[in-house]
């Protein structure tokens, strides 16, 4: 197990996968990082699709192209009546909570050994048809895990970071 500032630093969105299936302790400890993700007001509206069967993994190709080969992959919704609301302006915090989450299920990936990709790039409105969401429950990411094919590597954009003095306003 890494330190976490080398697991953060050493992590990239890895775009090819070995076809090899994930057993399910590993899927256990994953659901259980995605379960302990902090959320606005502890009102965990996350909704999480596992898929994994050929079939399952067709119906991710027909809406994203972005699965990269990955046996397995996480649908990260949320469910907009149990999302918080800012009371100042009704802002739900359904997106940021679902982001918390799809960065826990990514972090935890790294950390036992797997590799992920978030992909934002998906068709929402087919996703929720095909995978039978219900009414109510919004998909924010689409993360597809697996090991890393043996040629797999970081984008040559993955280690261009602005420097800190740049982030602060």
């Known amino acids: 197990m890494k330190d976490f500032a080398t697991l953060i630093q050493e992590r990239y969105s890895t775009r090819s996968f070995k076809p090899d299936a994930i057993d399910a302790d590993k899927v256990a400890v994953l659901l259980e990082?995605?379960?302990?993700?902090?959320t606005a007001h502890n009102n965990q509206p996350q909704r999480i699709k596992v898929l994994s069967s050929q079939a399952e993994l067709a119906l991710v190709d027909e809406f994203t192209p972005c699965r990269f080969g990955a046996p397995l992959?996480?649908?990260?919704?949320?469910?907009?009546?149990?999302?918080?609301?800012?009371p100042f302006d009704g802002v739900d915090s359904g997106v940021v909570d679902s982001s918390i989450v799809t960065t826990h299920l990514m972090l935890q990936a790294a950390d036992i050994g797997l590799a992920s990709v978030w992909v934002m790039y998906f068709d929402a409105v087919k996703a929720s048809e095909l995978l039978g969401l219900a009414d109510g429950l919004l998909p924010v990411a689409v993360l597809p895990v697996g090991y890393p094919a043996d040629d797999a590597k970081p984008s040559p954009f993955h280690a261009e970071r602005v420097p800190v003095f740049d982030l602060l306003i």
């Not at 990082?33 to 902090?38: D, E, N, S």
């Not at 469910?79 to 609301?85: I, R, V, Y």
């Open 33 to 38: 990082a995605a379960r302990v993700a902090p």
């Open 73 to 86: 992959v996480f649908v990260v919704s949320f469910d907009k009546q149990t999302a918080w609301k800012r």
